[in-house]
């Protein structure tokens, strides 16, 4: 295992601040400049293509959603429904 001691680190460090303060700089700068160009540049400057293609559902698939609808339905019903008991009550 390496030792470091502390005067050496700190030497490293009077040495080579500008250095490093700099590069954390110029990496944050950058960094900055990609979330702009994501998320400000790009939905400002780019038009979304329209799909002209059609969605075509099969009547079975369309079933399923809608008795998974119901389920979900009756259930949020069924706890509406119940009285619980309330421990915060005095």
């Known amino acids: 295992m ?3 001691s502390l005067k050496k680190t700190a030497s490293f460090l009077k040495k080579y601040y500008f250095f490093i303060l ?10 900055n400049f ?6 400000v540049h790009l939905s400002m ?3 979304p293509g329209i799909t002209s293609d059609e969605i075509k559902i099969d009547k079975e698939t369309i079933q ?3 008795d998974n609808i119901n389920i979900r339905e009756d259930n949020l019903d069924r706890v509406k429904i119940n009285k619980y008991f309330n421990p915060f009550d005095d």
């Open 45 to 47: 400057n780019t038009d």
């Open 34 to 39: 990609l979330i702009y160009y994501k998320y």
């Open 2 to 4: 390496i030792k470091v």
């Open 22 to 31: 700099g590069t954390i700089f110029v990496v944050l700068i950058c960094f």
């Open 64 to 66: 399923k959603v809608l």
